[in-house]
């Protein structure tokens, strides 16, 4: 079960208000007023389900600290930019500087000790049905799979977990953290400067702090709507800040000096 933290709830109690006020305004302007309490009450209901899932699944895939961000991208990109045959001769240095007995055959990575055969599915792309069909086909008597993978849906999980325990999945922080104890780390093909040059604009941009103020120049606006003459430029201009208010606090990103809540 995943943990459910202090700053998770508040975004859902930010979410459930601002898509509430968000929903309200634009609903008004089509049904009567009471009706519009109900159905900005459905929608911000509803926003704030896909809120709570959405950060759910975003925890869940938050797998490594903030200090082993940038050497994690680098592993990843390194292994989906590999070749077959570069990915079997990289794991096996990986496998030796562990201590275990492993050989190459046919792309793969034989443990013999443990009746082990690895298989490597990266270049970008999910693992597959068929990916783990082609593992379970290729092994021996007695052996299990070992498929290391970039990703795999859950729908494939489940198809895995069908072969009787003999095909493992094994996910980027299984993976990650067996290559950070071996010592043994893959030579990115082209630089990731490119990459954290657009994360750096892109979190200038989505910085979470600035979730604040525009929650209150929304809500200012808002409240101005009640004097102003020209009513309608108030509530949208509002409603506009407020819905960035809540982009910027479900899907914004702290500085480099905070870490993300």
């Known amino acids: 079960m995943k943990k459910i933290t202090f700053a998770m709830v508040s975004d859902w109690i930010f979410a459930a208000a601002v898509s509430f006020l968000v929903a309200f305004v634009i609903i008004n302007y089509f049904v009567p007023r009471p009706f519009s309490f109900v159905y900005a009450g459905l929608a ?95 092994l021996q008597k007695n052996e299990t799979a070992a498929v290391f993978c970039d990703s795999a849906t859950e729908e494939v999980k489940e198809f895995a977990a069908r072969f009787g325990g003999r095909i493992t999945l094994k996910t980027q922080a299984e993976t990650f953290a067996m290559i950070k104890k071996s010592g043994v780390f893959p030579t990115a093909k082209i630089p990731l400067l490119s990459e954290r040059v657009k994360k750096a604009k892109l979190s200038v941009i989505l910085d979470k702090k600035k979730a604040k103020t525009f929650f209150a120049f929304g809500v200012s606006f808002l409240a101005l709507s009640f004097l102003a003459p020209i009513k309608t430029y108030y509530l949208l201009s509002g409603a506009v800040m407020l819905f960035f208010s809540l982009v910027l606090r479900l899907f914004g990103k702290t500085d480099a000096h905070g870490e993300k809540p």
């Not at 292994?79 to 792309?107: P, Q, R, T, W």
């Open 44 to 138: 911000a209901a509803a926003f704030t389900l896909f809120a709570v899932k959405f950060s759910l699944y975003k925890r869940g895939r938050f797998i490594v600290g903030k200090k082993d961000e940038k050497l994690f991208a680098e592993v990843f990109s390194a292994l989906n930019l590999m070749e077959e045959k570069e990915l079997a001769d990289y794991f096996h240095a990986v496998f030796a500087a562990l201590g275990e007995n492993a050989e190459i055959s046919e792309n793969a990575v034989i443990m013999p000790d443990r009746k082990i055969r690895a298989f490597f599915v990266y270049a970008f792309k999910p693992l597959t049905k068929t990916d783990a069909v082609r593992a379970f086909n290729k």
